[in-house]
């Protein structure tokens, strides 16, 4: 089995891909920021009169982010335990101490996944957010 799937809860694509792609007994999920579907404004983010991003809240980007994830997973057939490998961008590593204590919360202990986990720094994402994460789940 090979599928495309546009998940009706996550946010439009910014580009020609979907949400997620299923390849047998896996689902890869695209890189999901924190934008809500329908919602003009990207949660955590201030900007000024002009438009320019003053300032963002990291805290408010990765749960909105694991959120995203979490309905996508779900319209797929998914569940939050299936992810098996998580990558995260973030735009500054400054970020990191913030960004890892609210993953422990969404990822550590007791009944929740502990998947395979990459983060790294980039420079820039293709909008201005601070955090985007990509998985791949089992699905049985």
């Known amino acids: 089995m090979n599928e495309s799937i546009l998940s009706p809860r996550g946010p439009e694509p910014v580009g020609p891909y979907p949400h997620a792609k299923r390849a047998g007994n896996l689902l890869f999920v695209s890189g999901m920021g ?12 201030t900007r000024d009169a002009a438009g320019n991003v003053v300032s963002y809240d990291i805290e408010t980007q990765c749960r909105a982010v694991f959120e995203n994830i979490r309905m996508i997973l779900e319209d797929c057939g998914a569940k939050w335990a299936d992810m098996v490998d998580v990558t995260v961008f973030l735009t500054d590593m400054n970020d990191f101490a913030t960004y890892n204590r609210v993953y422990a919360e969404y990822f550590a202990g007791p009944g929740k996944p502990f998947p395979a986990r990459t983060t790294v720094e980039v420079t820039r994402l293709p909008t201005p957010i601070a955090i985007e994460v990509k998985v791949i789940a089992s699905l049985g």
């Open 34 to 45: 924190p934008r809500q579907r329908g919602a003009g404004d990207i949660p955590g983010v």
